[in-house]
C-alpha cells in the first residue's frame, strides 16, 4: 500500500509520539510505500522554524530532517495541479469549496497512485473524495 | 577515519547550534571531520529517522500541531481571498 503522510501525523513523528512511530515502523515493516507532499514538507518545516522555542526548534529540525531525507517526496506537478483544479470547481459549484492545502495534497497523492493519505483531519480529505483518508 | 590522515584542512566558520550538534553526533575518538564525512555517507533511511525520533521524543505541551493547523488555515485564507478578487473582475 502507498501512504501518503499528512501534515498532522508528520508533527507526530517529528515530536517522537510513539503509537505514531510504532504504526510508521509496522506500515514500513509491511512492505508499504510511505511518502510525503511537498506541501506537508513546506507546512511542517515552517511549523518548525516558527517555534520560538530554541533548543525545541533545533531538536524538532534535527528530527524532521532526517524524515524529509528518508520519505519519497510527491511534488504538486502539472497532472495534480489539473487535478486540483477540476476538482475545487466541481467543489465551489456545490457550494463545498474545498481547502487550497488540502486539495493540494489530495490531488498530488492521487496522482502518484497513493491509496491513501494518512491524516487527523479525514473530514475534509473525504469532502475532496479524490484520495481516500484514514486516521493513524 | 579520517583523524590522522596528512590531508590538507581548511577553516570553517560553523554556527554554534550546529557545533552543538556535531558535538552531540561525535562518536568516541571522531574528529568533526570524521562526523561529517560520515553523514555525507550514509544514505537516509526511514528506520533511521524512526530510532532517532524515538530517541529523541518532545516534551511538553504539544505547540506544532496547533501551528500547523493555523499555517494551513492562513494558506487557505491567503488563496480564497485571492479567488475571490478573480472572481469579482468584470
Redesign the interface.
Known sequence: MKRCLD??FL????????AA?DA??RW?RDGDE?TITSVSRY??L???E??RS?S?R???R??WE??A???PLIPLEGTAAALAATRQAALIRKGR?A????LFIAAAAASQGCDVVVTDDRDDFDRIGLVKAVRP | MHSGSTVASKNLAIRE?VV??LDQAKRPGESYSDVIARHLDEK???????A???A???T?K????P???E???Q??ES??ARRKRFEAMP
Not at chain 1, 481547502?99 to 488540502?102: E, G, H, I, K, L
Not at chain 2, 504539544?62 to 500541531?65: E, F, G, N, S
Request: charged share 35%.
Open positions: 501534515s498532522t508533527s507526530d513523528l517529528v515530536r517522537g509520539v510513539p512511530l510508521a515502523e514500513a510511505l507546512e511542517v515552517l511549523g518548525i516558527l517555534e530554541e525545541r533545533e531538536q524538532w534535527a528530527v532526517r524524515f531525507a528518508s520519505l469549496r481547502a487550497v492545502p488540502d | 547550534d552543538r550538534r537516509p533511511t526511514l528506520d533511521a529517522a524512526l532517532y525520533a524515538r529523541h521524543p518532545s511538553g504539544d505547540t506544532l500541531t501551528r500547523l493547523r499555517i494551513r488555515r494558506t487557505d488563496f480564497e
